[in-house]
Each structure stands twice: as structure tokens, then as C-alpha cells.
């Protein structure tokens, strides 16, 4: 263990994190970012990021995060590759420990850890993701303008992004494993009087296919229940199942809601002073790029008013 004392310990890489660790750094704190085992986050898997102000036509995922990336080295920040495996916020300082052995003590904690979206665990889902594939419609809608697509899932969040699709598909198809949905009534009400929106009953997504192209053509699905194939011929596959936040770390030291999202108060502040969250670990609601950038420098300026009045 060293016998330094970090002013700000940053857990996490993606905008959020990077966005702290930008204003800790000019405010001369010296922030150390722990990047994680994916460092950048999402963005790393996102093509054409169109919707982050500031960029006239558009920008990749990972050279967002590059120049993100580059900007907090810029001012000071110190960026840590490696996993944090276990953190005591219990002591004062807070002790986060990297990989096997490795302890760092901090005043401060910003918590930008975010939250995952769940997949269906398919490989070819994997390969396709920004290439067909998403988990995100606001962020990538418009790239299917008049094309058809499909939704996988049956919760509120399913039926949200299939009528938000509609404004930019000619078809949306709704992919479900049983034979009603588990959204609210006013959600399936809506969708189903969505002309443009349709339903595969009874189904599961067991490939994805693009043609040797290396973009989308086609879901392969299963029923069920009669074990029935086929192919729906689609350019964009949208997997709205859920998303977990990468809490496990905090369990049992933090507040968090049912879900296991970072409950925040009073800014980015968390139920123990001097740790934060920001990004989406707290946010089960936006998880946009720029929201969690914004997160981010909110966390820092109320880490640097922790440091300097307690």
C-alpha cells in the first residue's frame, strides 16, 4: 500500500469518468482513473456517434473516447489500466484496490462504472454490434431510415424503443419468447395500434445473418415451442432486454434502488460523504453519451467542494 493519499480516485473510463476526470484534473486534484477491463465503455463499440454536440458530422465511438481520453491526460490525469477488484468505504481514506494487491487510498471516489446492456449471448451479436446490431434506438434509429428492423424483448423498454423506431423504419417486428408482453398496459395498448409495428410470438433470436456482408440481413428465429426455424430479413437488430449496473463492488456499502442502480442525491452525491456516482450506474433513465458526460461533471465539481470543505 502507499503512503500517498490520492485527492480523487476515478473508477471507470467511459464519458462519465473521463468527463471527471477532465475537471478534477484542471482543478490541479491529480485524479488517478482506474479504466477497467473495457476501458472507453460502450462508445468502444459504437460506430458513428451523430448525436454528441459538437462533432458537424458525426464521430466513431472510439475516437470519442480517444480524444476524451487524451484531453484528461492533458490537464494531469493519470489513466490506470487494470480492474478494480475490491474497494473499503468503510475506512478513512477510502482504500480501492486494483487487480490481486495493489491498494490505493483516496479522499474522494467518483463511481463511473456504468451499467451493461444484456445480450442474448449470441457470437454473431457480438460481431455485428454497431454494424446492425444495437442496444440503443435513440442512439442509432436514424441510421435505419425506411429500412426494416426488429425489436427483441417484451417489457416497457421493448415497446418504447419499437414505436420510437417507427419514426424512421418501414417496419418494426417485436420478438418475443412468449405469447404476451410483460410491458404496462398503455405501452401494449400503443403498440399495437402501431400500424407499422408487428410481432413474432413465441420466438427467440438464435443468429444473426449478414450475408457475408458484414452488416444485418436477416434474424434467424426459433418457436419455442414447436422448435420451427426461419429467417426474418431484416437491416437492424435491436436487443432491448434490460441493462445491469456494475454495482457488485458496492453491494452492501452503497444505496441502491431494486435494480442495483447508485441512488444520488444532492448533485452525484451517494449515501456515504465523499463518494460519487455519475454516469449510467445512477442513471437507469437517459444512458446517453452526453447525459453521462454531463454526470460526470457534476460529480467532479462536488468531489472538489468535498476536498476543500469536508
Given at each position: 500500500?502507499?503512503?500517498?493519499?490520492?485527492?480523487?480516485v476515478?473508477?471507470?473510463?467511459?464519458?462519465?469518468?473521463?468527463?471527471?476526470?477532465?475537471?478534477?484534473?484542471r482543478?490541479?486534484?491529480?485524479?488517478?482513473?482506474?479504466?477497467?477491463l473495457?476501458?472507453?465503455?460502450?462508445?468502444?463499440?459504437?460506430?458513428?456517434?451523430?448525436?454528441?454536440?459538437?462533432?458537424?458530422?458525426g464521430?466513431?465511438?472510439?475516437?470519442?473516447?480517444?480524444?476524451?481520453?487524451?484531453?484528461?491526460?492533458?490537464?494531469?490525469?493519470?489513466?490506470?489500466?487494470?480492474?478494480?477488484?475490491?474497494?473499503?468505504?468503510?475506512?478513512?481514506?477510502?482504500?480501492v484496490t486494483?487487480?490481486?494487491?495493489?491498494?490505493?487510498?483516496?479522499?474522494?471516489?467518483?463511481?463511473?462504472?456504468?451499467?451493461?446492456?444484456?445480450?442474448?449471448?449470441?457470437?454473431?451479436e457480438?460481431?455485428?454490434?454497431?454494424?446492425?446490431?444495437?442496444?440503443?434506438?435513440?442512439?442509432?434509429?436514424f441510421?435505419?431510415?425506411?429500412?426494416?428492423?426488429?425489436?427483441?424483448?417484451g417489457?416497457d423498454?421493448?415497446?418504447?424503443?419499437?414505436?420510437?423506431l417507427?419514426?424512421?423504419?418501414?417496419?418494426?417486428?417485436?420478438i418475443?419468447?412468449?405469447?404476451?408482453?410483460?410491458?404496462?398496459?398503455?405501452?401494449?395498448?400503443?403498440?399495437?395500434?402501431?400500424?407499422?409495428i408487428?410481432f413474432?410470438w413465441?420466438?427467440e433470436?438464435?443468429?444473426?445473418?449478414?450475408g457475408?456482408?458484414?452488416?444485418?440481413t436477416?434474424?434467424?428465429l426459433?418457436?419455442?415451442?414447436?422448435?420451427?426455424e426461419?429467417?426474418?430479413?431484416?437491416?437492424?437488430?435491436?436487443?432491448?432486454?434490460g441493462?445491469?449496473?456494475?454495482?457488485?463492488?458496492f453491494?452492501?456499502?452503497?444505496?441502491?434502488?431494486?435494480?442495483?442502480?447508485?441512488?444520488t442525491?444532492?448533485?452525484?452525491?451517494?449515501?456515504?460523504?465523499?463518494?460519487?456516482?455519475?454516469?449510467?450506474?445512477?442513471?437507469?433513465?437517459?444512458?446517453?453519451?452526453?447525459?453521462?458526460?454531463?454526470?460526470?461533471?457534476?460529480a467532479?465539481?462536488?468531489?472538489?467542494?468535498?476536498?476543500?470543505h469536508?
Open positions: 500500500m502507499s503512503d500517498s493519499v490520492r485527492n480523487v476515478i473508477i471507470g473510463s467511459g464519458p462519465a469518468g473521463l468527463t471527471a476526470a477532465l475537471y478534477t484534473a482543478a490541479n486534484l491529480a485524479p488517478i482513473v482506474i479504466e477497467g473495457e476501458a472507453g465503455g460502450q462508445l468502444m463499440l459504437t460506430t458513428a456517434v451523430e448525436n454528441f454536440p459538437g462533432f458537424t458530422d464521430v466513431m465511438g472510439p475516437d470519442l473516447m480517444a480524444n476524451m481520453r487524451g484531453q484528461a491526460q492533458r490537464f494531469g490525469a493519470e489513466l490506470r489500466t487494470g480492474q478494480v477488484t475490491k474497494v473499503n468505504l468503510q475506512v478513512r481514506p477510502f482504500e486494483i487487480g490481486e494487491a495493489e491498494v490505493v487510498r483516496a479522499h474522494t471516489i467518483i463511481i463511473s462504472t456504468g451499467a451493461s446492456a444484456r445480450l442474448l449471448g449470441l457470437p454473431s457480438r460481431r455485428l454490434i454497431g454494424h446492425g446490431v444495437s442496444t440503443c434506438a435513440t442512439c442509432d434509429g441510421f435505419f431510415r425506411g429500412r426494416p428492423i426488429a425489436v427483441v424483448g417489457g423498454s421493448a415497446l418504447e424503443e419499437a414505436t420510437f417507427t419514426r424512421f423504419a418501414s417496419s418494426v417486428t417485436v418475443h419468447r412468449r405469447d404476451a408482453l410483460r410491458a404496462s398496459k398503455v405501452m401494449q395498448d400503443k403498440a399495437f395500434a402501431n400500424p407499422k408487428t413474432e413465441d420466438s433470436v438464435v443468429d444473426v445473418m449478414d457475408g456482408q458484414g452488416a444485418v436477416a434474424a434467424r426459433r418457436h419455442v415451442k414447436t422448435g420451427a426461419k429467417d426474418l430479413p431484416i437491416d437492424g437488430l435491436f436487443v432491448a432486454i441493462h445491469t449496473p456494475n454495482t457488485s463492488l453491494s452492501g456499502q452503497l444505496e441502491m434502488d431494486a435494480n442495483g442502480y447508485l441512488i442525491r444532492d448533485g452525484m452525491k451517494t449515501n456515504v460523504p465523499g463518494v460519487f456516482a455519475c454516469g449510467d450506474v445512477q442513471d437507469p433513465v437517459y444512458r446517453q453519451a452526453i447525459t453521462a458526460a454531463g454526470s460526470g461533471c457534476m467532479a465539481l462536488d468531489a472538489e467542494k468535498f476536498i476543500e469536508g
